[in-house]
């Protein structure tokens, strides 16, 4: 197995530096999944520190999670309101919690960190088993780019720059896999830390394949959360599917 494989690593390299500013502003999020979410309960795939759980909760809908990582859960924790949504620590490929729910969601391109093959097809499957009847699934995603990812493999991107530290970014995909790895490396006196992340990227309609092959229909796909028209030039999507 790849490291990229293992569903806690994003958590432990990445918890202590989420909450930083520079991550997209959730209200949008929340006011559009809020609309979806009826009497609730809503359940977040990878609810990660809250970003967008806690002001869906301050909306008043009940929100439930699961996520890999407990670092990323005990910033959820720490924050309030974020002690009080029930949050099952696991893999979300597995869905591993009963329940009928009118929403579930996964967003910030993170149905793309399940890198094992299969893994993404085994959580629209299971997705299905939790939906009540007209339930809906919601994914948020970028739209694969060929010109960016060969950018990025040209490019050495800086990240930090400060007086005892160098950070820096690059790239490699492999295209036939649709899968990349990202290295972040830190250069500071006595040491190079590296920490490696990986996707496995999808097009929207590789999505809508595995959304059909679980039994859910694609009811509707936009640019961004303000229901933008969703083109060939979007940079991302968010897409519904729904269990009649
Ligand atoms: C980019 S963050 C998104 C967190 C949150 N959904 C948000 O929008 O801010 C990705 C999250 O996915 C979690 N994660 C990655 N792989 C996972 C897996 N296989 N199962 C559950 N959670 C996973 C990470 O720990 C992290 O919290």
């Not at 995603?141 to 010109?147: H, I, K, L, Q, S």
């Amino acid at each position: 197995m790849s490291i990229l494989d293992d569903p806690g690593l994003f958590g432990r390299q990445w918890a202590t530096k989420y909450d930083q500013p520079g991550n997209p502003d959730p209200e949008p999020a929340a006011a559009f999944l809020a609309g979806l979410a009826g009497s609730g309960p809503a359940l977040e795939l990878a609810i990660g520190s809250g970003r967008v759980a806690l002001p869906l909760a301050a909306r008043g809908v009940a929100v439930e999670g699961i996520e890999a990582s407990p670092e990323m859960v005990e910033l959820l924790r720490g924050k309030p309101g974020g002690a009080a949504l029930p949050v099952v620590l696991g893999d979300m490929a597995d869905v591993a919690v009963d329940g009928s729910y009118p929403l579930v969601y996964l967003v910030f391109n993170t149905l793309f960190n399940l890198t094992v093959p299969g893994r993404q097809e085994d959580c629209f499957r299971n997705v299905a088993r939790v939906l009540a009847p007209g339930g809906r699934f919601v994914i948020e995603a970028f739209v694969p780019d060929e010109e960016q990812f060969a950018r990025d493999e040209r490019e050495v991107q800086v990240h930090g720059v400060t007086e005892d530290s160098v950070t820096v970014r690059m790239h490699r995909y492999d295209r036939e896999a649709q899968t990349f790895l990202r290295q972040t490396l830190t250069f500071r006196e006595g040491g190079i830390q590296l920490r490696p992340f990986g996707m496995r990227y999808q097009w929207p309609e590789q999505i809508d394949g595995f959304a059909e092959a679980a039994g859910l229909r694609l009811e509707a796909r936009y640019a961004d959360w303000d229901r933008g028209r969703f083109t060939a030039e979007s940079p991302s999507h968010v897409s519904v599917y729904r269990k009649d």
